[in-house]
T-cell receptor, first 112, second 111 residues
Framework: DAGITQSPRHKVTETGTPVTLRCHQT?????MYWYRQDPGHGLRLIHY???????DKGEVSDGYSVSRSKTEDFLLTLESATSSQTSVYFC???????????FGPGTRLTVL | GQQVMQIPQYQHVQEGEDFTTYCNSS?????IQWYKQRPGGHPVFLIQ?????EVKKQKRLTFQFGEAKKNSSLHITATQTTDVGTYFC???????????FGTGTRLLVSP
């Protein structure tokens, strides 16, 4: 498996609280992605990064922000969590945009 | 926007039976990838198809890319319990380079 870790692995929080999920890679890959996985929807891209401080929106970016201050770290922030953001969040990396993506172990987030 | 649908959503087979999942895109794809996710795990890359009509095999798994590059299929011959999981296709269209994942097909294999 590629060197990708996500933290925390599980989190329960309340509506309206801020939440930050961390993705850390040791592969020095340029591209990093955040997806959410929900039953019946597959994996949907939230945000992605193509370099340090270079990020862009995916198809379901509303309510989420990201930051990448170092090659190895990509943070996903929910400024004010809502119950609709209850999901499993996966980070992925790739060396080039067209390459295979390698996924982290996932974070299960529950917003009550 | 681009949509990638997979059918069936779920299939339950007896060990030894064959299984096929189909992936259909609303737009022409430049390539398509397939991933497998074991229960409780993360998606793992299986293969990429690039050429129109391309067929690739990995042991009991056969992957096909349609002639029009808008559909793909994964066929498993003689399923085993180790095949259990969710299979996702993911495609890139020629204009939008981000991968768009299909909705997935969950496979359950009974011994």
């Amino acid at each position: 498996d590629a060197g990708i870790t996500q933290s925390p692995r599980h989190k329960v929080t309340e509506t309206g609280t801020p939440v930050t999920l961390r993705c850390h890679q040791t592969e020095n890959h340029r591209y990093m992605y955040w997806y959410r996985q929900d039953p019946g929807h597959g994996l949907r891209l939230i945000h992605y990064s193509y370099g340090v401080k270079d990020t862009d929106k995916g198809e379901v970016s509303d309510g989420y922000s990201v930051s990448r201050s170092k090659t190895e770290d990509f943070l996903l922030t929910l400024e004010s969590a809502t119950s609709s953001q209850t999901s499993v969040y996966f980070c992925a990396i790739s060396e080039r945009e067209s390459d295979t993506q390698y996924f982290g172990p996932g974070t299960r987030l529950t917003v009550l | 926007g681009q949509q990638v649908m997979q059918i069936p959503q779920y299939q339950h087979v007896q060990e030894g039976e064959d299984f096929t999942t189909y992936c259909n895109s609303s737009t022409t794809l430049s390539n398509i990838q397939w991933y497998k996710q074991r229960p409780g795990g993360h998606p793992v890359f299986l293969i990429q198809l690039v050429k129109s009509g391309e067929v690739k095999k990995q042991k009991r798994l056969t992957f096909q890319f349609g002639e029009a590059k808008k559909n793909s299929s994964l066929h498993i011959t003689a399923t085993q319990t180790t095949d259990v999981g969710t299979y996702f296709c993911a495609g890139r269209n020629t204009g939008f380079q981000k991968l768009v994942f299909g909705t997935g097909t969950r496979l359950l294999v009974s011994p």
